[in-house]
Structures are given as structure tokens and as C-alpha cells.
């Protein structure tokens, strides 16, 4: 019994053994390796046991979670971590929640925590005038790009069904009229699984060809109409690019085509002098953004957006006789039922950066970005894409330098970035989307380059 914290000053003492041992982690960002060691990989080991039959002392448990887990991270929390394009966690979204642990909400409506309740309406607020977007929007807070790109196309798939008499709710799909999907070939893997989870398949999905940069391009574009959804992209995970909204969503529109937009990270360039990029992109239907990204903060943050709100509230409606809410709860706005107040580490990011922070951190990435493009150009490297914001896609000499080269990053525990495949061929990914992350980073970042590429040239046969 005693490992049950039936007393409140044990609670207490565990969870600021917790906090000092997270204040630790936190003092060493920036001097640990970014890829754990082999010795620290090695040491996970140390879990391997078996599920106790009687309860242990859950400090030791703390104690052994901090000593052999803490090593064997992946310092994405850390300013020379360049993977894909995750974001470090701002302090006071971080800080929040911390707070909301204790607090234990289940925010799925305003008899579960009021205070949830009300910071996320204030935090819906702040994001569609942060990012620009129609303001009588619904905003649902879900765990990631993928769920609220899920939830966003089951609310298109259903409205335009509603506008052809169809209740998709009470027929389901068989003998429903079609809804094709039209996307670009660039557009992310979550909204091929979005689809396909909603009984898209593939094989009908209308693919178009992308231009040289990675965009949807429109003098391909299949003739629409009101039973397309056209999925958009602001952001490509390679390039950065964005697709050209002015000229499309119009046209899109016209037809009488629901358009959704996944801005996972490249909608916050909305939030900056970057906007430009996004031109045209209010235009859509939904849009989906992520909070863990480019926001900085911690995971699961995402959220749906959707102009209609009825279109997603009818969508995801969840109200049982035990549970009913008002249309724009969170429950009836997002995926999930139970779920922990996602909206308030936004209400906290932006509240902390305020508008002019946003677009600072924004700003300051995409010239770093470019600033290491020109780096890796001068190190004999070969930038493949234009460095529209904070994404460089690069590659070596060929394919087989080009995987030398992310490896040898990988393993220096200098920095880390991922490898990716552009045109068919190999290269290499680097995202500068870290609060965190500072011009003297992006610098050892260009030396550790130099390095590697001298070393590369020098083993090569
Ligand atoms: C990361 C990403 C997603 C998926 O987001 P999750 O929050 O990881 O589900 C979708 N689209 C793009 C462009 C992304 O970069």
C-alpha cells in the first residue's frame, strides 16, 4: 500500500522529484548528444522486466525513467535538431502543461472543465486572427495534422452529401453519390491515410502531377464540381512550398468544390511577413494546422478549422443522453471524446510570442534556413529547392555521399535531420523550426557540414 501515495505530502514529493529531474533534462539541451549513443541505447535494457506482481515504489520508477530514459532521447527539444519539422516546446506552453497534469481535466465540455472550456474558445479566437482566417470558423483542438485532416474531410464528405439529399449519418456510403478527391502527388502521407481511413481508396482518388517545386499544378487540374474535395497543401515537407490558392481555390469554388488545406507547419507563415505565400488560401473550406510544429508546442497539438461550424460540429457531433453540450464543445468538434484541453498549450504559445513573437520566431527560421542553404552551397553541396520558408532540401555528389553524409550527421550527435528522396533521388532534409534555434546554430550546423564533406571526400575510393 505504501507505493499508493495515500499520503498527499508523498504526491507532493514525487512530483517535484519529477519537476527537478525535468529542470535537469532542461539545463542539459544544447550540451547533450541530439541522437543517443549506443551506450545510452543499450541502456534501455534496463526496461526490459517483467509487469510486477505487486507495486513498486513509483520514485524508483521515476529514478530509473530519468536515468536510463532520459539519455536514450532524441534531443528535439534542443536547438541543433533539424528532423523533420519539429518544433521544440515554447517554456510556456511547456509550463501549462504541467499545471493542466495536475489539474486532470477532461475538456470535452463546460460541465467537464469549465475553465477549459473557456480558454479554448479564447484560444480559437486567437488562432483564426493569428492565422488570418475567416472568423466565424469552428476550431476543433485534436491530437495531430492527421486526425484533424480526418475530421475536416468526414465534415466536407458529409456536407456535400447534405447538399445532394443524402444523410450520410442515418445511409452510411452504400449508394450514396460519389465524392471524388482530387490532391496533389506531393501532398502528405496523413491525408492518403486520412482518406483511406474514410473508405477514399486510392485507386479513385484523382492524383494530379506536381510542378518542378513540389506544388499542385493547375494547368492539370481535372475539370471539378460539386462533389469534389480538392485538398490543398501550404508547405511541402520536402521543398516548403505552397500551392498557387489565388489562382486555384477560385476556380475550385466556381465548380462548387469543397477545398480543404493542410498547413500542418506552412500555415504559420501566415502569421508573418511570409503571409504572401498564402495568398488566396482563406478562400478554402477547412484547414488543418498543427500546434506541436511551428507553434512549439508540446505533442498532441493540432487543430481543425473549418469556416462552416455546423459542417464540423455535425460531423463530430458526440452528444449522448448523459453527455449533451452545445454544438461547438470540443467534443463534438474533434475526433476524440475524452480528451485533455489541447487548445490551452495555444492559448499559452500565443500568449507568450503575441503576434509580433510569432512572426519574429517565423521570420528568423526562414532566414536561418536560407542562411544555412547558402552554407551547404559554399560546402560543395547541391540545394534542390528555392527556400521559400524554413525548409532546405540538399543533397551531396549522389546518392551514395548524399546517405554517407546523413549518417555521419546522425551519428556525430552533433545535430540531427533526415534523409528524403526528391526527383528519385537521394537527399537530405533540414527544418529550422525550433524556438531554440539561433544563428550560432545554424553556423555549427554549416561547420559540422564542411566537416563531414571533407572527411566524405577523403574516404571515397
Ligand atoms: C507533419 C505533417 C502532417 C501530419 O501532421 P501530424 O500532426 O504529425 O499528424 C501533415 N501534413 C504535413 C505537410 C506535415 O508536415
Not at 502521407?189 to 477514399?200: C, E, M, N, P, S
Not at 515537407?237 to 465548380?255: C, H, L, S, Y
Not at 533526415?418 to 550560432?440: C, D, M, P, Q, Y
Amino acid at each position: 500500500m505504501s507505493s499508493l501515495l495515500a499520503d498527499p505530502a508523498q504526491e507532493v514529493q514525487l512530483i517535484r522529484n519529477a519537476d527537478d529531474r525535468a529542470a535537469n533534462y532542461l539545463r542539459q539541451i544544447g550540451y547533450r548528444r541530439v541522437f543517443p549513443s549506443d551506450e545510452s541505447l543499450a541502456g534501455l535494457a534496463a526496461f526490459d522486466e517483467a509487469l510486477p506482481e505487486h507495486g513498486k515504489d513509483p520514485a524508483e520508477g521515476l529514478a530509473l525513467l530519468d536515468e536510463k530514459g532520459s539519455p536514450a532521447t532524441v534531443a528535439t527539444n534542443d536547438p541543433r535538431y533539424f528532423g523533420f519539422v519539429i518544433g521544440a516546446a515554447l517554456p510556456a506552453a511547456a509550463a501549462a502543461e504541467r499545471l493542466m497534469l495536475s489539474w486532470d481535466q477532461s475538456a470535452s465540455l463546460f460541465l467537464g472543465s469549465p475553465v477549459a472550456a473557456k480558454i479554448e474558445k479564447v484560444a480559437a479566437n486567437w488562432i483564426l486572427e493569428v492565422l488570418d482566417l475567416p472568423r466565424e470558423s469552428a476550431v476543433g483542438f485534436g491530437t495531430s495534422a492527421t486526425a484533424c485532416t480526418l475530421a475536416c474531410i468526414a465534415a466536407a464528405r458529409r456536407s456535400i452529401l447534405a447538399r445532394h439529399g443524402w444523410n450520410i449519418d442515418d445511409e452510411g456510403l452504400i449508394g450514396a453519390p460519389e465524392v471524388e478527391v482530387v490532391l496533389c502527388e506531393t501532398a502528405h502521407i496523413t491525408v492518403k491515410k486520412a482518406l483511406r481511413i474514410l473508405g477514399f481508396g486510392m485507386k479513385r482518388v484523382h492524383i494530379v502531377p506536381a510542378d518542378a517545386y513540389g506544388r499542385l499544378d493547375p494547368s492539370k487540374l481535372p475539370a471539378l464540381n460539386d462533389r469534389t474535395i480538392l485538398c490543398l497543401q501550404a508547405g511541402e515537407v520536402n521543398t516548403g512550398e505552397f500551392d498557387d490558392f489565388q489562382q486555384i481555390i477560385p476556380r475550385a469554388k466556381a465548380a462548387g468544390a469543397w477545398v480543404h488545406v493542410d498547413g500542418a507547419f506552412g500555415l504559420w507563415a501566415r502569421a508573418s511577413s511570409y503571409a504572401h505565400l498564402t495568398s488566396g488560401i482563406e478562400q478554402a473550406d477547412s484547414w488543418t494546422t498543427d500546434g506541436h510544429k511551428w507553434l512549439n508546442t508540446p505533442y498532441d497539438c493540432a487543430m481543425s478549422i473549418c469556416r462552416d461550424p455546423n459542417a464540423l460540429a455535425g460531423a463530430m457531433n458526440s452528444d449522448a443522453v448523459y453527455s449533451s453540450a452545445s454544438p461547438y464543445a470540443q467534443k463534438n468538434l474533434t475526433l476524440e471524446f475524452s480528451r485533455r484541453a489541447r487548445g490551452i498549450p495555444v492559448w499559452a504559445a500565443l500568449r507568450s510570442l503575441g503576434k509580433t513573437g510569432v512572426a519574429e520566431m517565423v521570420e528568423r527560421h526562414c532566414l536561418l534556413a536560407r542562411q544555412i542553404a547558402e552554407g551547404l552551397t559554399e560546402a560543395g553541396y547541391t540545394v534542390l529547392n528555392r527556400v521559400v520558408i524554413n525548409q532546405v532540401l540538399a543533397r551531396a555528389a549522389d546518392d551514395e555521399e548524399t546517405k554517407a553524409v546523413v549518417k555521419a550527421a546522425q551519428e556525430s550527435g552533433e545535430a540531427w535531420f533526415g534523409a528524403s528522396i526528391w526527383n528519385g533521388k537521394a537527399a537530405f532534409r533540414i527544418s529550422v523550426s525550433s524556438w531554440r534555434t539561433h544563428e550560432l546554430h545554424a553556423e555549427r550546423l554549416i561547420t559540422l557540414m564542411r566537416a563531414i564533406r571533407r572527411l566524405e571526400v577523403r574516404i571515397r575510393p
